[in-house]
């Protein structure tokens, strides 16, 4: 039997037929119809200079080229898909591989038995060095050796955020929790100590920093290498703007023409507004001067320049209670602008001086009595005091004036213990005294006392005329006798 199995295969491999050999075995079932050690089959074309076939020994089982020949794999009797070179290099669509592993199109690295797809990369002592993959269904990591061997950089595919340090991105650039440096953007490339241009992190601050006062931080627009600088931070704390419109700062969102410009001019700083009654705003000049209002030579610590009647400087408190300076109407003011009293303090204690809302004034902390327009808790001393009183009592030398007999006046103080029209003790003593009034009253009865001293000394002159003509009757008597 077997010489006619030889023999058949020598006829074919003679006269260039097919020989099929058709095991009724499959995987690992051995029902082998030709076995062999060493080279098995050999193919090679006409010259016999390309040759390829099978090889096992006792270590190994081998498909090879027994020529200098690359290895060409290919299905369904096509052209070929899979090639490995004489270098060792393997091509996977590509005929003509550049690295040892060349695939022309996607390759694919699946899951398996509970471990993530992914890669390994060795150092080049070829000890274990960084892997790449999935860290889990939603985020694609990097895991590295270190101090502690981890996941460094975290993917999120899903979300498209990047995680350096995390592996749980929250936003689209995320680093860990830590303080310190964040972003080393030139520089520092030394030690970890060495001063840079970054960005940081420490406990409620985040820095963005440079590496010496020398330096500056500069925005503007255009690109690095073709920059237009608008406004920069120097190193040593100074704020300045740049260019043709510097001090341009603040601006109106809807309308940049109405913004608002700082700039300075020998040593003043001045505030402008931009709009279509342009003009300085605030000026500081260099003696320490302040100026607001569109005044630009302010003549005292602080000037408020205003155009026409209106407030100027106004104080208004959370209730709304507005109290500050008013000038126009020909004078200055000072009070409140709202439905509130005005009070004056000294030593930060109470109101020294109070005027109400319906312009009285008071004092010291006693108050306003119903009807009064002022009150003094203590003592006045003036050297001058003027009443206006009217009418004044002139009226008690009128003809048509009734003077009181002094019987009548007699009679009503004993009756009444006090002078006629004049208030009793216990109304000046339990109220007040109203010197106006009084000095009215006073007056008249001072008058009224003119007169009946007039009137008395009628009668006295009418008696001395009297007696001195009884002297003479009697001096004529005795002159008889």
């Known amino acids: 039997m077997k010489k006619l199995l030889l023999l058949i295969f020598i006829s074919a491999t003679a006269f260039g037929q097919a020989v099929e050999i058709t095991p009724s075995s499959a995987y690992s079932l051995s029902n082998a119809i030709i076995k062999k050690n060493g080279v098995g089959f050999e193919q090679s074309d006409v010259s016999g200079n ?63 038995s509970g471990e993530t797809a992914g890669i390994w990369y060795n150092k080049s002592n070829n000890s274990e060095g960084a892997f790449t993959g999935m860290f889990n269904d939603d985020i694609f ?46 520089g520092g490339n030394t030690a970890s100590t060495d001063n840079h241009y970054g960005m940081g992190v420490q406990a409620a601050a985040f820095q963005l920093f440079v590496p010496t006062t020398s330096d500056n931080i500069m925005f503007g627009v255009g690109r690095s290498a073709a920059f237009t600088e608008k406004m920069r931070i120097t190193g040593n704390g100074n704020v300045q703007s740049q260019g043709s419109d510097a001090g341009y700062l603040f601006y109106d969102r809807s309308n940049v023409a109405k913004g608002y410009q700082w700039y300075a001019n020998n040593g003043n700083a001045y505030l402008f507004k931009q ?35 209106s407030a100027g400087m106004v104080h208004i408190n959370n209730v709304g209670i507005q ?52 009150s003094v808790d203590g003592k006045v ?36 213990g006090h002078l006629p029209n004049i208030p009793k003790a216990e109304e000046i003593e339990n109220k007040s005294l109203a ?31 009297e007696n001195e003509a009884l002297k003479r009757e009697l001096a004529n008597v005795k002159s008889k006798n």
């Open 50 to 112: 390309v040759r390829v076939g099978t090889y096992a020994d006792a270590g190994a089982a081998f498909i090879q080229t027994h020529s200098n020949h690359s290895l060409r794999f290919t299905t369904n009797n096509g052209g070929q898909q899979m090639i490995l070179t004489t270098e060792g290099k393997v091509g996977i669509g590509s005929d003509a591989p550049a690295y040892w592993l060349d695939v022309k199109g996607r390759a694919r690295i699946r899951q398996y």
């Open 323 to 374: 109290v500050g300076t008013y000038a126009g109407s020909g004078m200055g003011w000072y009070g409140t602008l709202s439905n509130h009293p005005l009070g004056l303090f000294v030593n930060n204690g109470g109101p020294a001086f109070t005027i109400t809302t319906d312009e009285r004034f008071q004092f010291g902390g006693t108050p306003i009595p119903a009807g009064y327009k002022m």
């Open 275 to 309: 709009h279509a009654s342009s003009g300085n705003v605030m000026t500081i000049l260099d003696n320490g001067n302040v100026g607001i209002g569109f005044n630009t030579t302010p003549a005292f610590k602080l000037q408020v320049s205003t155009t026409g009647n």
């Open 141 to 186: 990591g990097l895991f590295g050796m270190g101090t502690v061997s981890n996941w460094k950089f975290g993917f999120d595919m899903t979300n498209t955020r990047l995680g350096i340090g995390t592996m749980t991105p929250k936003h689209p650039l995320t680093f860990p929790t830590a303080i310190g440096d964040k972003i080393s953007l030139w």
């Open 381 to 416: 001393l003036c050297t001058e005091l003027e009443v206006l009183v009217t009418p004044w009592p002139d009226y008690v030398f009128k003809p048509d004036y009734r003077l009181k007999p002094l019987h009548e006046v007699e009679h009503f103080i004993q009756t009444n």
């Open 435 to 465: 010197v106006g009034n009084m000095s009215k009253l006073q007056m008249e009865k001072i008058e009224e006392l003119t007169l009946y001293l007039i009137e008395i000394n009628k009668r006295l002159k009418k008696v001395e005329d």
